[in-house]
């Protein structure tokens, strides 16, 4: 049996180059493939990489589908099924809106592929293929990953590894609590190990990719000694309350920890209130949270969201401010947005304030649209809030300036001007960027 596994592209201009910074290593592909029986032939294409070669023989494609890459996710559906192929669609996208899945596949994967997968494989080979598998949160220990798939596919040069699972807070725009119904699962701390070790000489940085690292800070804290012991570097992503823990910052910048992701959102506590993120007020702060990850060493990649109705035309200044004077590593400046499945989402379409039935299908939307009407700015005002943001937040002057409160860890600090200059260069390329293929014309194939 020939199985494809397809990684779709959020969209395409023509001529044009896609995002650099989107070309990490699709690591629920290389999951899927470690997962597949060695009978079986699998091919892997990325559609931010390289072309599809849609009439290469094959028995089946399987597509990890996403909300920003649904729609060109369909597009890939409907060329292979206009061939005759069919198609299995899976992930958070899927999941979050399955009957619109169902529409562009032969087959769903709804929840975690892991439990499941066997069972599509051998439905698929004996011609019995269901319409809808459901794949339960299991425990999870033994997973395989195999990236051999990527050998010779040009992504950044960051090794990612997958530590835990889900997140137990409640932020009201997260897809995360949906998905995984606000709970939080770490992989045993010997297989993290072992993944990892097998990797560092190819590797000189790693992305630990859990939704939150600190979802479980027991577990945490009886990984960090193993990770020590392995002297590698590694960024993740936490939740702030992890960060106010001075004892968890400084295991972790001993286990090799150089930097994190962490969701600051908004500056004002009333808009933290209504996305039910109180405890990114807790204790000292924003203040007292970023001292201790800086006496330690680690940096910061702060986000900030911009929608919510305390959101005025100072508000992307003063964010800026922020990050600037706590010499931030980088920062994200994004519109809020309501994805589907998620408590905002639900609350906005009571409320009719979605400015599409579904974004993320609706091809006059572009990435860095409003998909919704804000209470207080116009949505197009926030659009270019943020778009001003970045571009003063990556301007020359202010890289140099934040260099210098980064310099602590000699790789991080060489690799912080390239890093800061692929985001320069990209503010303008990100705004307007299309969902879909612009130049496919043929219209989505919609199963009978």
Request: aromatic share 12%; hydrophobic share 40%; net charge neutral.
């Amino acid at each position: 049996m020939r199985l494809t596994l397809i990684q779709p592209a959020i969209g395409h201009r023509p001529g044009e180059s896609y995002i650099r910074s989107w070309q990490m290593e699709p690591l629920p592909i290389a999951t899927l493939a470690g997962l597949t029986p060695a009978h079986v032939e699998l091919s892997f294409y990325d559609d931010r990489l390289e072309s599809i070669p849609y009439d290469a023989p094959t028995d089946a494609v399987a597509i990890p589908v996403e909300t920003y890459t649904a729609r060109r996710a369909y597009q890939i559906a409907s060329e292979y099924r206009r061939r005759g192929v069919p198609v299995i669609l899976g992930g958070f996208h899927p999941t979050l809106v399955p009957e619109e899945a169902a529409r562009f596949g032969e087959a769903i994967i709804c929840g975690e592929a892991e439990a499941i997968w066997p069972e599509v494989l051998d439905d698929l080979a004996h011609g019995r293929l269901q319409s809808r598998y459901q794949g339960e949160r299991g425990a999870l220990a033994n997973i395989v990953v195999d990236r051999s798939i990527f050998c010779g596919k040009r992504y950044l040069p960051i090794g990612l590894i997958e530590t835990g699972r889900g997140c137990r807070f409640p932020c009201e725009f997260c897809a995360i609590q949906t998905f995984f119904g606000r709970s939080y699962r770490s992989r045993p701390a010997g297989d993290v190990v072992r993944e990892l070790a097998a990797l560092r000489a190819e590797k000189k940085l790693f992305f630990f990719v859990d939704d939150n690292f600190a979802g479980d800070m027991k577990a945490g804290r009886e990984l960090l000694p193993e990770l020590a012991a392995l002297k590698t570097r590694w960024i993740t992503q936490i939740s702030i309350n992890a960060a106010h823990d001075e004892a968890f910052v400084a295991g972790m910048a001993r286990a090799g920890c150089r930097g994190v992701l962490i969701g600051f959102e908004s500056l004002d506590a009333d808009n933290l209130r209504a996305m039910n993120k109180r405890f990114n007020t807790m204790k000292s702060g924003y203040a007292g949270a970023l001292a201790n990850l800086r006496r330690h060493g680690i940096g910061v990649y702060g986000t900030f969201v911009f929608g919510y109705q305390n959101d005025t035309a100072d508000s992307f200044d003063e964010a800026v401010d922020f990050a600037l004077e706590q010499k931030m590593y980088l920062a994200a400046f994004n519109h809020l947005t309501p994805f589907p499945g998620t408590p905002l989402y639900t609350r906005l379409q009571a409320e009719g304030r979605l400015r599409f039935d579904a974004w993320w299908l609706d091809r006059r939307y572009r990435y860095n649209d409003l998909p919704f009407v804000p209470e207080r700015l116009a949505p197009e005002a926030i659009t270019a809030g943020c778009v001003a943001a970045r571009r003063r937040f990556y301007a020359w002057p202010n890289i140099l300036r934040r260099s210098l409160g980064n310099a602590r860890d000699a790789f991080m600090w060489r690799n912080f001007f390239p890093i800061n200059a692929m985001h320069r260069n990209e503010v303008a390329l990100r705004n307007g960027y299309p969902l879909g293929d612009e130049t496919t014309e043929s219209p989505l194939l919609e199963c009978a």
